[in-house]
């Protein structure tokens, strides 16, 4: 899916919204900025980009690609490898946002207590889906892990 940029502080930002009935993430489609803006999902107050509703959910674009050269978005959920007690392990993944920049969640890993800043040097990074539409991959994760 093509997104649409949103110019920032003379700085490009990708986003998507993810847009639902407000109950079931079933029933939502993802969407390029573009669009949402048209439809008036989501809106400028002053220089910040909200959401019109609770039914719009604003996914940034974290500025790096998978392996595949797809852009990574915040609330994708990322394959990577992890060095974990001194060997590489397969690892499935939610993209963040805290203290201001992007990260993985580890809540989700056996290890699952802390999060990591999302940088390019991550290894095998693949998106396999997102948070909203493809929320069985965490809970297959957990699973595995235990």
Do not use: H
Request: hydrophobic share 40%.
């Amino acid at each position: 899916m093509r997104s649409a940029w949103v110019v920032l502080n003379q700085k490009v930002m990708n986003i998507r919204v993810f847009f639902y009935d407000g109950v079931d993430y079933s029933t939502g489609e993802m969407l390029s900025a573009s669009v949402a803006f048209s439809e008036s999902y989501i809106e400028f107050i002053g220089y910040e980009l909200l959401p019109t509703d609770e039914c719009s959910i604003i996914m940034r674009g974290t500025g790096l690609k998978d392996k595949n050269g797809l852009e990574i978005y915040e609330g994708d959920i990322l394959s990577c490898k992890v060095f974990i007690d001194g060997k590489w392990e397969d690892s499935i993944e939610p993209v963040i946002f805290k203290e201001g920049c992007f990260g993985l969640d580890w809540s989700f890993s056996k290890d699952g207590s802390y999060w990591e800043i999302l940088t390019k040097e991550i290894e095998g990074k693949k998106i396999l889906g997102n948070i909203y539409e493809n929320s069985e991959l965490l809970e297959r994760s957990v699973k595995a892990d235990a």
